[in-house]
């Protein structure tokens, strides 16, 4: 049975290994996810939760998440990233409050069975970004600051902050100050168990709608929320990821929050053809994961993992660089 997650977190001699791109991996067994839902595909078909007969899709994700474990992830993420009230109501036949959370309870549950009781589930959340499609631009719009987005994140908060199959709650890949403010303005009433914010940032090394980081250090110095344990990015540029947790170690010391820290692959995303390009990774960078991991250590990581175009292998490589260290 998995040792209670904050008294993990107590042991700052401890890395959470984190798992990989999961959008990747099951694109790379054979699931078609393209569409407005991504990942969540799978799971809105009758015939995946029809255990009475062998599926495919079913399968793939299962494979998906033992192929992470088999790895060394200890920290893995419900399917749940593209999985919001608004998203799902747009684009399935999806209506009712009572629909969507079973549609979530069965994601979450078939996501714990496939990880088992050892292992920690994060209830991934995807940014109001990923509704509208814009994680690399952080661009909401003329009146970002006027989007109720506690009314956005609220219907797959309340059910992971209900779920106890979820360990800690992912808000993942903010890319606008506002929506960030909106979070760490939520008290206990509203977020009610452990839970995490990973932003987004460009090569410039600024939240991708272009906020310095030190417009946001003050935001997380006065965070509403003693449950908030850990901060950090993802989807973010190997080249960066270093520089940025370096600032976030420096700036943030006395929060007394852990880091974390995902990036990508190292192959670079076109915005208008929707594509990723130069698929060289690591090499063409000159860095490699035990480079890498010795810096995310020495700048307070707790978990480290992988973001977009990253794989098991890639898993892999950062779980022997920790245990190496």
Request: with cysteine; glycine share 8%; net charge negative.
């Amino acid at each position: 049975m998995r040792q209670p997650l904050l008294e993990v977190l107590r042991d700052t001699d401890r890395i959470l290994v984190m798992d990989g791109g999961q959008g990747t991996e099951l694109e790379n067994r054979g699931m078609n996810i393209s569409g407005p839902i991504w990942s969540t595909v799978p799971f809105t078909k009758k015939e995946f939760w029809n255990f009475e007969h062998p599926y495919t899709d079913r399968e793939i994700v299962n494979s998906m998440f033992k192929a992470y474990i088999d790895a060394g992830a200890q920290l893995l993420s419900t399917v749940t990233y593209q999985t919001s009230y608004r998203t799902i109501c747009t684009h399935t036949d999806i209506r009712m409050r009572t629909q969507y959370d079973q549609l979530l309870d069965r994601i979450v549950g078939f996501c714990r069975q496939c990880i088992g009781n050892d292992r920690y589930l994060v209830g991934s959340i995807g940014p109001y970004a990923a509704h509208v499609g814009a994680e690399y631009t952080g661009d909401y719009g003329p009146k970002p600051d006027e989007i109720d987005y506690w009314q956005y994140f609220e219907p797959q908060v309340a059910n992971f902050n209900r779920n106890d199959m979820v360990d800690i709650i992912g808000l993942e890949t903010v890319p606008n100050v506002h929506e960030l403010k909106s979070i760490l303005s939520w008290d206990e009433a509203k977020i009610s168990k452990p839970f995490y914010v990973s932003l987004c940032v460009g090569d410039d090394g600024k939240l991708r709608d272009g906020t310095p980081l030190e417009h946001l250090v003050p935001l997380f110095t006065s965070r509403s929320n003693k449950n908030l344990l850990l901060v950090g990015i993802n989807c973010c540029s190997l080249s960066i990821s270093s520089q940025v947790l370096s600032y976030l170690n420096k700036n943030l010391v006395s929060t007394s929050m852990g880091l974390l820290v995902y990036p990508n692959s190292g192959e670079i995303y076109d915005h208008k053809t929707q594509t990723w390009s130069k698929p060289t990774g690591l090499d063409s960078h000159g860095l490699s994961w035990p480079s890498l991991v010795k810096e995310y250590k020495q700048f307070g990581a707790r978990a480290i993992g992988g973001c977009c175009r990253t794989t098991p292998l890639d898993i892999q490589e950062i779980c022997k660089a920790i245990e190496s260290r």
